[in-house]
């Protein structure tokens, strides 16, 4: 089974959220998504203005395989993306927890966190879809 840390949350589209403590959370994809998907070639990270609702598409992710948009796991504003990914998507195949993170929010409302699913529940989802 693919990697899930602990100390993340999870939506079921399959981002991982880590809480930065100070009211903003690192969002990417998990290993699950990523190994799914192969080898990336592309990724176009969202803009950082404005604000994006939970559930809404915000970013894309394509490998030789097929194309995923990535979803906003929380209300907020997107406040930083990590342009490194975009020139090297294989930056997310290789560390998708560390250096292949995606972006950041600012969250409208940090206690949302608690109803995005923990590793346990997470891994009931990777179960099902297998």
Not at 49 to 74: F, L, N, Q, R, W
Request: proline content about 4%.
């Amino acid at each position: 089974m693919s990697e899930i840390p602990t100390d993340f949350r999870y939506a079921a589209t399959h981002e991982w959220v880590r809480d930065e403590g100070d009211g903003t959370v690192t969002v990417g994809i998990t290993d699950h998504a990523q190994a799914s998907l192969g080898d990336l070639v592309f990724v176009e990270l969202p803009e950082t203005e404005g604000t994006m609702e939970a559930g809404a598409s915000c970013a894309v992710v394509e490998s030789v395989k097929a194309a995923s948009d990535i979803y906003a796991p929380v209300d907020g504003e997107i406040i930083a993306v990590n342009d490194a990914v975009s020139e090297e998507p294989e930056r997310v195949n290789n560390d998708p927890y560390g250096e292949g993170w995606l972006f950041r929010m600012r969250m409208a409302d940090a206690g949302v966190l608690g109803e995005l699913l923990d590793a346990d529940g997470y891994a009931e989802v990777v179960e099902a879809e297998s």
